[in-house]
């Protein structure tokens, strides 16, 4: 049982008084200590995600981006309402005394020209549209599916160790339950298009259910591929596994183990960005073909809840990405000194390097939805089972006969909670064939699809710059 | 890429896309028989924005017409207007007591104003053909370069949108003193963003494999549709009224017409969504060539407005109160292709009828025909891949 | 192989097709003028025919000619097609009188696919009715619209679908303002009441 366990189990002692506790004790307690601060995290980071990347998108388009509206409003708004007992002027002098403190007016000035203001704003326009259900709409599946949509991008990061001592359940078959978890959102999308009783949502439902069911494979084989190697299906017990004790600890990560595990790593981040509906695999909201797909018929905070669905997704996948593939909340450089610091530092260093991978490929999520077009159906439909699915059982493949080359691991032991390595022990010879023999291969294969179909007609060549 | 747009049940869907649709470019509306994702049949339905702007010919002065051209195409209003001026121009020359000479540092600024403006009205369309397929930043870049362009017509005429600045007899006014450098140094700073426009999107494996083979227009198929210009061009077409039927100085300038040669590669097709794209492209490069020669030949302004060389404007004053009865046919090279007049007059001030054909005008007769089989997916590609410009389809 | 002059067009024409009169509009713009009834063999031949091989039709279009000052007067529309032949770089113009009473020309639209747009819009704003055209809709106007907009008596309706046009107290016959009209309005004021018909 993780240390979250024994908190919600003493909290809901301490509800029931003496005695056992009821389910009502249990599940207030699982929800205050469980609940709460997931959501009092995610939130808060789904939404900065989404100023985020609209300055990132005014970047890469040579914009500002949000850049006039600042705190000042939030913060008289929260002045107000905290001494809304006093007289208006007691209200607006607190106010002006606070924004007098050092420092606070520059901080003002600052997150007026980033415009984080820009968030509450939205907030307050999204919950001050009409809820809009239309006529043709099947009000209950309507309505029941943004929840699930949330619920399904929620569920999933019940497993996923934030930090050493922060995770809220330990399941022995974690990644599955996550890959299962997340499926819900196949049910919200399917429900979301059919219940609008729209034909341009419903296009886009069926478009999300085909892309997602299909990604869900590739995404399967590839954390497949690293519960082959770390023998266990437990998250917090592979996060453990990359532990390294060296001053580089990033050696020990996953990512570098093996040149199929690379692969992996990428389909993984690829296949989620399917599953997340971004770009280039929207398909389903596709803007300029289907309007906005599956949601087009929901407003305001219904609408909201699909916005909020999709951003903690993407963090689910970068979650994923960096508990599987990135040491999870391990540090890249002495990770050994990091465990021996009292546990309240280690968890927030922990918690805060967690948040930087996972914002990591936040970023690149966002790099590329504003660089790429956008995949046609069968092309998205190509991309995985012709490739991203040949790949992964390449992958496997290799990841076995790597394991079995370097005398194979005592897979039986993987269950249970285990703090020893597990991975096969290949040693320095054994791990630079482990990287060179495949990455030999893969180049040669590069280049000759390169030299078969490279060739770039002349007039290309002249747009881009070369060529006479 | 065809596909037989039959289930075992038959079933289809009827899709209403527009008139307000994003990918629809104005107001066009086309309804689309989908069986699935795949299109079974769609009919576009055009008039939205119909403003009688023929009817409107008939009951203004000839001079008069000409703001009314700029919205017949508000994407390239500078082609418009020439397209139409060279029309009058051409019937006043028809009977010998009535010729107007344009100047000839008139005709150099009309062509570097129309070649600008190509160069705009073609970042239009391939920004927004990369928006339709899903990139959204190459259509702000693109749009930027425009509001260069748009930059330089306001410091002449003071219209970002609708110039009204070609008149019949040369221009409304002269280019101002700091001009010409201003649009050498602009062309050279293009060129470098272009260069980085094509290595961020038309280079792009996803954007080229979403064009490729998608539309194929055989070069026969595109001559009987009446297509024109740069879709015409992209069926593989080498026809360019620039350098074949020549008008104003075009005929003293060397123009090069790049036509589809399947440059999607081994996917591709000639007259493909992707060879249409690529050929506005290679037109913008030529465009920004033409500028650069016409920059050279310019002379110097003259004090007299209608002077033969450095004026600007001939005075076609009289003329225009008693241009010759009769009609005439002319057909100039606008982004959109050919854009041809049909002029009639009976003598009066007033036109007795004008006609305008356009290139989006033909480009949508051939929608329902090329749409057949495509995946809705590709629908506003295809849109996108023929540049139609709604105002021009419903004048 | 080269691009045929007019005259060179007018002499193979008339080899085959008499009744096709070569003329020329009133400042010298060369055209055939063909009769409705032989006009779909005659674009046949053209587009067919190994040295004219017009295999565009550039454009088609029309006019009423009923306020034409031509000799004699007529009341008929004209209908121009614009060949283009893009392998022989040669044009030629023609020409089909369609009289007013019964408008009707027979619909080229099998042998240019072009003339499916072209067409509609002559019939929309003209009422020239393309006997053969699959789909002979109005593309402009709405489909319900009542009048063809071109022609030189069509009467501006007042209003559309309840939706009133003009102001209380106005009328609007549209007949643009000429030099050789007997009533000579005042520029700013859009017609005298008096001289308008009541709106249809």
């Excluded at chain 1, 979250?4 to 509800?15: E, I, P, T």
């Excluded at chain 3, 080269?2 to 097709?17: G, K, P, Y």
Aim: charged residues 20%; glycine residues 8%.
């Amino acid at each position: 049982m993780s240390d979250l366990g024994y908190a919600v189990d003493a909290l809901a002692q301490w509800l029931a008084g003496s005695g056992k506790p009821g389910w009502f004790a249990v599940l207030l307690a699982a929800i205050t200590v469980w609940v709460l601060p997931m959501l009092l995290v995610i939130f808060p980071i789904a939404s900065l995600g989404q100023i985020f990347e609209r300055k990132i998108a005014a970047a890469i388009q040579r914009r500002v981006g949000p850049n006039s509206v600042g705190l000042d409003g939030p913060l008289r708004f929260a002045f107000r309402m905290l001494l809304c007992f006093l007289p208006r002027t007691t209200q607006d002098k607190a106010f002006a005394t606070f924004t007098n403190l050092p420092g606070i007016r520059q901080f003002l000035r600052i997150a007026k020209s980033l415009g984080l203001g820009q968030l509450a704003a939205d907030g307050v326009k999204m919950l001050g549209k009409e809820d809009l259900i239309p006529a043709g709409a099947d009000g209950i599946v309507f309505r029941l599916a943004p929840y699930l949509a949330l619920t399904g991008a929620f569920l999933p990061f019940c497993v996923v160790p934030f930090a050493h001592h922060l995770v809220m359940l330990e399941v022995p078959v974690g990644a599955l339950y996550a890959i299962a978890a997340s499926g819900v959102t196949v049910m919200a999308l399917k429900m979301a298009g059919w219940g609008s009783g729209s034909k341009w949502s419903m296009l886009g439902g069926m478009r999300a259910v085909a892309q997602l069911v299909s990604y869900e494979i590739p995404v399967g084989l590839a954390v497949a591929g690293v519960v082959l190697w770390c023998g266990t299906m437990d998250l917090h017990a592979i996060v453990g596994q990359q532990y390294h004790s060296g001053v580089f600890s990033l050696l020990g990560w996953n990512l570098l183990q093996s040149p199929f595990l690379l692969l992996l790593a990428c389909v993984l981040f690829f296949g989620g960005l399917a599953e997340c509906q971004r770009t280039p695999f929207d398909m389903a909201e596709a803007e300029s073909e289907l309007v906005s797909g599956f949601n087009i018929e929901y407003s305001g905070l219904r609408w909201g809840m699909f916005a909020m669905a999709e951003y903690t997704e993407m963090l689910l996948v970068g979650s994923l990405v960096a508990t599987l593939f990135l040491g999870g909340y391990q540090s890249p450089i002495g990770e050994q000194w990091l465990v021996s610091l009292p546990v309240a530092i280690e968890t927030l260093l922990h918690i805060t390097i967690f948040i930087l991978k996972v914002l990591a490929s936040f970023l690149l999520m966002m790099w590329i939805r504003w660089t790429l077009p956008r995949f046609r159906v069968d092309q998205v439909m190509r991309l995985c089972w012709l490739t991203l699915v040949p790949l992964c059982l390449l992958s496997l493949l290799g990841i076995a006969v790597t394991m079995l080359a370097g005398g194979g691991a005592e897979m039986g032991e993987a269950y249970g909670r285990l703090p020893a390595r597990l991975q096969p022990q290949l040693g320095t010879t054994g791990h630079l064939l482990g990287w060179a023999i495949p990455l030999a291969i893969g180049i040669v294969v590069v280049r000759i699809a390169r030299k078969r179909h490279g060739q770039v007609h002349p007039a290309l060549q002249r747009l881009t710059g070369g060529g006479a | 890429m065809t596909i037989e747009a039959t289930t075992p049940s038959g079933e289809r869907m009827i899709l209403n896309m527009g008139p307000h649709h994003p990918a629809t470019h104005g107001v066009l509306r086309i309804v689309v028989e989908s069986d699935g994702e795949v299109v079974a049949n769609c009919t576009p339905d055009h008039g939205y924005l119909h403003r009688s702007i023929e009817k409107i010919g008939e009951c203004v002065e000839w001079q008069m017409f000409v703001p009314y051209t700029d919205r017949i195409d508000y994407v390239c209003a500078m082609n418009a207007n020439l397209a139409y001026c060279v029309g009058v121009e051409q019937l006043l020359r028809s009977d010998p007591g009535t010729a107007v000479q344009v100047p000839f540092r008139a005709e150099c600024i009309r062509v570097l104003v129309a070649e600008l403006n190509r160069i705009s009205s073609h970042m239009i369309a391939v920004g927004a053909m990369a928006m339709d397929v899903g990139a959204v930043t190459p259509f702000l870049h693109s749009i930027a370069q425009r509001e260069m362009v748009n930059d330089i017509f306001e410091k002449l005429c003071g219209q970002r949108l609708t110039y009204n600045y070609i008149t019949v007899g040369g221009v409304a006014y002269d280019l101002t003193p700091g001009a010409p450098d201003e649009i050498a140094s602009f062309l050279n700073t293009f060129e470098k963003e272009m260069v980085r426009f094509n290595k961020l999107i038309t280079t792009n494996t996803i954007f080229r494999d979403r064009c490729a083979s998608v539309a194929v227009v055989t070069s026969d198929e595109a001559i009987a549709w009446g297509l024109v210009g740069p879709n015409l061009r992209g069926s593989g077409v080498d026809w360019d009224l620039r350098r074949d039927e020549p008008y104003g100085i075009y005929g003293q300038l060397a123009v090069r017409v790049p036509f589809g040669e399947r440059f999607a590669g081994r996917h591709g097709a000639v007259g493909d969504c992707y060879d249409r794209y690529i050929v506005r492209l290679l037109e913008v490069q030529e465009s920004v060539r033409l500028c650069r020669e016409v920059l050279k030949l310019l002379p110097p302004p003259a004090p007299k407005a209608t002077d033969q060389t450095g004026g600007f404007q001939a005075d076609v004053k009289k003329q225009l109160a008693r241009p010759p009865k009769g009609e005439m046919y002319s057909r100039t090279e606008a982004p959109r292709g050919e854009m041809g007049y049909f002029i009639v007059s009976d003598g009066t001030k007033v036109p007795y009828r004008v006609r305008c054909r356009t290139g989006s005008f033909s480009a949508a007769g051939i929608f329902h025909h090329v749409m057949k089989g495509i995946f809705l997916a590709d629908v506003v590609a295809v849109i996108g891949s023929f540049d139609v410009v709604v105002p021009e389809i419903d004048r | 192989m080269s691009a045929l002059s007019f005259a060179e067009l007018c002499e193979r024409v008339h080899a085959r097709w008499p009744a096709v009169e070569a003329k020329r509009s009133d400042n010298g713009q060369p055209f055939l003028l063909v009769p409705a009834t032989e006009l779909v063999a005659l674009v046949q031949w053209l587009r067919s025919d190994r040295e004219l091989r017009f295999d565009a039709l550039s454009d088609l279009t029309g006019y009423d000619l009923m306020k034409y000052p031509a000799t004699p007067p007529s009341d008929a529309i004209a209908v121009v097609y614009v060949l283009f032949s893009y392998v022989q770089k040669h044009k030629l113009m023609l020409r089909v009188l369609a009289p007013r009473a019964a408008c009707v020309v027979p619909s080229v639209s099998f042998l240019w696919p072009a003339a499916l747009y072209f067409e509609r819009e002559v019939w929309d704003l003209l009422g020239v009715h393309f006997d053969g055209h699959p789909t002979l809709l109005r593309i402009m106007t709405p489909q319900d619209w009542v009048g063809h907009p071109l022609r030189k008596d069509y009467i501006y309706p007042s209003e559309y679908h309840g939706v009133p046009h003009l102001r209380e107290g106005q009328h609007f016959e549209h007949v643009p303002q000429r030099e050789g009209d007997a009533v000579k309005a005042a520029p700013t004021a859009p017609a005298a009441p008096a001289k308008g018909a009541p709106p249809a």
